[in-house]
């Protein structure tokens, strides 16, 4: 996990001498990324959760290590302005861990996930940008996916922060009322399954089980999804990814299609394309002599994209792994990439390039590896000529960004 400070390793003559269970007073200094704050004692780094920068707190030490400790607030001695009254019972130091700004203002959740991602830029790509995180809508009430864990009693809960102990949760305002997690809560399941909970803005619902040692099985609702975006019907399979924040879908396509500004007759690239979400929306401006390869390294994914764009013989979708099918491919226009928390693979990275496309769209959901892949981009010709970033985990720490590259020199 990268983190939004540069943090110099203490000698052994200058470790911390911090022990788990201890108790100190430190000052708050700034957020960083992954949900906590910074502070320090004689020294010695601290990763503080249930913190705000500004205040002074007595926080109890939960890990002690040779560079950083972590710690949790017990009790704040000056308290910052932007302190609220947690929405959910189960936000607290040994409560969920799903949650990492519930007792935060959202007006300063967002400015606080904007520092981050200028900290990030400004250390890992060496840029300096202004950025707004954008208000999406609610704060509650947004999620539409989730995975519920169940307990050695058999109730359904969530992982406590940075642990696999499951905190029996009886209701989660996070989530899209749709999932009718409450009613789930009151029921009985088998001690150590999981249990996937989806909706779609059709009204669908689908719970599946996966006891332990057997395959997922559903229990209520189908396996496929329908999900309406824009003029079009999307299938998704419960397990193929899916935007989770219920507004998502629009918020992304709107600016994507802003940003990648396709034309009539282009050839488009939708890398870690998933089922389709993108390409749905850009195949109607690229016209019958424009084409869309759509690459995807899930085999569930691709069979859902196969059955969206049936009808359409100019989407091409491809399963493999990104890096190993774009030496395949001679050119592009406009590239669209969406991928994992970790960013793209550097030599699939060097084939975009390779193309010379006239833009690359670049939506993330971690800062840190969109600044570093920001940064050879830049090297490499492409550099940042836009950047927008989307409120889509309100109350957590993760943001959506998608930033806009164009080439300096067009093949």
């Known amino acids: ?37 910074i502070a320090r004692h004689e020294g010695a780094v601290i990763f503080v959760r249930h913190a705000i920068p500004g205040e002074n707190c007595t926080v109890e030490i939960t890990s002690v290590g040779a560079s950083f400790n972590r710690a949790d607030v017990v009790e704040v001695h000056s308290t910052s302005s932007d302190r609220v009254n947690a929405p959910c019972s189960f936000a607290h130091p040994n409560g969920c861990g799903g949650c990492d700004f519930q007792h935060i203002s959202e007006s300063r959740q967002r400015k606080l996930k904007a520092e981050v991602i200028k ?36 109730k359904i809960g969530f992982y406590q922060s940075r642990s696999h102990t499951v905190v029996e949760i009886s209701k989660c305002p996070i989530l899209a009322p749709q999932l009718q997690f409450e009613e789930l809560a009151k029921s009985q399941f088998t001690p150590q399954a999981t249990l996937e909970i989806a909706t779609s803005n059709t009204g669908e619902r689908t719970v599946a089980l996966n006891e332990k040692d057997s395959r997922h099985k559903v229990i209520q609702g189908s396996e496929i999804l329908h999900h309406k975006v824009a003029s079009k019907n999307l299938e998704a399979h419960y397990q193929s990814f899916w935007q989770s924040h219920i507004s998502a879908p629009e918020v992304l396509t709107k600016c994507v299609l802003e940003f990648a500004e396709v034309q009539s ?12 979400l993108f390409t749905s929306v850009l195949i109607d401006r690229i016209g019958s002599s424009g084409s869309i390869t759509l690459v995807e390294g899930s085999r569930r994914a691709t069979a859902d994209g196969l059955r969206n764009f049936a009808d359409y013989s100019n989407i091409k979708v491809v399963t493999g792994d990104v890096s190993k099918i774009l030496p395949r491919i001679a050119s592009a226009d406009v590239i669209i990439l969406d991928p994992p928390r970790e960013g793209a693979d550097k030599s699939a990275l ?62």
């Open 350 to 411: 060097t084939e975009m390039i390779r193309m010379r496309p006239r833009r690359i769209v670049y939506v993330s959901c971690d800062p840190a590896s969109l600044a570093r892949d920001a940064r050879i981009l830049h090297d490499a010709g492409f550099p940042l000529a836009k950047l927008r970033a989307f409120d889509l985990f309100p109350m957590t720490h993760h943001i959506e960004c998608v930033a806009l590259f164009t080439s300096d020199k067009v093949s």
């Open 265 to 276: 007759g282009d050839q488009i690239l939708d890398l870690y394309g998933g089922v389709g």
């Open 1 to 37: 996990m990268c983190t939004s400070t540069t943090l110099a390793v203490m000698s052994p003559q200058e470790r911390s001498t911090l022990r788990v269970g201890e108790r100190i007073n430190v000052t708050i200094e700034k957020i960083a990324h992954g949900g906590h704050c």
């Open 119 to 154: 900290e990030q830029f400004s250390r890992i790509a060496k840029m300096d940008i202004e950025i707004d995180v954008e208000e999406v809508g609610p704060s509650l009430g947004w999620r539409t996916r989730c995975i519920a864990h169940v307990s050695a009693q058999g």
